[in-house]
């Protein structure tokens, strides 16, 4: 494949670590496309806010429907189970987490990207502030990206630009890459509330980062 090293690919989930990315990418490439998987997440809304932002940022946005996770089931975000705080006692991971999730839309990422002519691969994954999840770290990352290049003889580059970043510091990077507007149509609640249930692990870690920088979420200002 030709090497076009001005354009980009986004991971684009509708959360606001995603939307971060994408104005984190729109500031580095010429061109930006954006892709969000349809994975059987009992949520639609989440669908909803990508295609929302991608609209309102104006990039070409593709959802791809790979449901399977639905059939697999065992998680709160693709089978019946209630979203929980903590961890399970047999494997120490929360029950939000979705075996092979981040491996699976990274991986059909870069075929998608690969017929674009795209070997830059941007994602809003985090090892700090990472809910626990072992397909958010930097070593799966640079595991994953070695496999891709490899496998599809491409190459590609996993971007992380909030691998070591908290939510706070997230939130700082997201007022400097001007992704706030974004912002306000994002979707991060687990329990998939329109406005945001404000109890669940993902609702308490964004709040968590608003409140360190001191700042209002636009989510909450433009529903209230």
Known sequence: MDVNHDAALVVLSGGQDSTT?????MQRYKRIECITFDYGQRHRIELEAAQ???ELADVPWTCLP???FSKLGGNALTG?????SGVRAENNLPN???PGRNLIFLTFAAAFAYQREITELVTGVCQTDYSGYPDCRESTMTALQNSLRAGMEAPFTIHTPLMHMTKGESIKLAQEVGAMELMAWSHTCYNGSVPPCGKCPACELRAKGFAE???KDPLLERLS
């Open 52 to 54: 929302k932002i991608a």
């Open 80 to 84: 019946d189970e209630q979203v929980e």
């Open 21 to 25: 990315c994408l104005a984190w990418a």
């Open 66 to 68: 790979i449901d399977s």
């Open 213 to 215: 920088v001191g700042i």
């Open 96 to 98: 939000t987490f979705v």
